[in-house]
């Protein structure tokens, strides 16, 4: 009976660390301002990548290193599902 | 299963969803999409096929399509490997945003339906 009860103190005692954590990350990154340098250069280049869509020049241009991990991931992950789900017969 | 109406619905709709995501592809640079959105939308086209009238004429195209991610994937990171044949960093652009969106397009297309095929029930065999 008192080691229920310890458990749940101890459980009560994490939780409220985590929110401690999480609430004080959020607040930290609310108070910092971001320069807006690159924002700047992405649309000030916009035009020698030879993209009208801002959204695509930066995923294949300024981030193509971005865009070679995800489709990676989706590479292993097919990978995976088709290794895993396979049936013996 | 399947009602009359869906089947229907499903006959008539499927060249506009299949030519829709073709557009979200092509036109990835121009207008709001790109790869990954236009490759889902096919996926999510021939799903509604398997989905509404059976995997029977489908069962003989999917041994390719893992060949077709991988396939994705290696040309991917060889038009990445043109930038160091002509000096510059690894996946310098010089006009190949539209061709890498249609890699993209086709590898996510293939992907997605791989994955989704599984989860329906469909089994490889050895």
Redo the contacts between chains.
């Keep these: 009976m008192k080691i229920e009860i310890l458990e749940k103190i101890v459980v009560a005692c994490v939780l409220i660390f985590l929110g401690i954590i999480i609430i004080s990350f959020t607040m930290l990154t609310y108070s910092t301002t971001l320069s807006s340098d690159l924002s700047e250069y992405c649309l000030e280049n916009l035009p020698l990548?030879?993209?009208?869509?801002v959204?695509?020049?930066i995923?294949?241009?300024f981030r193509?290193?971005d865009?070679?991990g995800?489709?990676?991931i989706?590479?292993v992950?097919?990978s995976g599902?088709?290794l895993l789900?396979?049936?013996?017969? | 299963m399947t009602s009359r109406i869906v089947k229907t619905v499903t006959k008539d709709l499927l060249p506009f969803i299949l030519l829709f995501g073709v557009y979200i592809i092509l036109y990835g640079h121009l207008s709001p999409g790109g790869g990954f959105q236009g490759g889902v939308i096919l996926a999510t086209a021939v799903l509604l096929v398997v989905v509404v009238y059976g995997i029977g004429r489908f069962q003989k195209f999917i041994p390719y399509l893992t060949v077709a991610e991988t396939v994705g994937v290696t040309l991917f990171v060889l038009i990445g490997m043109i930038g160091i044949a002509y000096g510059k960093q690894f996946l310098v652009n010089f006009g190949t945003i539209p061709l890498m969106n249609i890699i993209i397009g086709l590898k996510v297309f293939v992907g997605l339906l791989l994955m989704y095929l599984f989860f329906i029930g469909w089994e490889v065999k050895k």
């Design positions: 990548t030879g993209a009208i869509n959204v695509c020049a995923l294949l241009d193509a290193y865009t070679l995800e489709i990676l989706i590479f992950t097919v599902v088709v789900a396979r049936r013996e017969k």
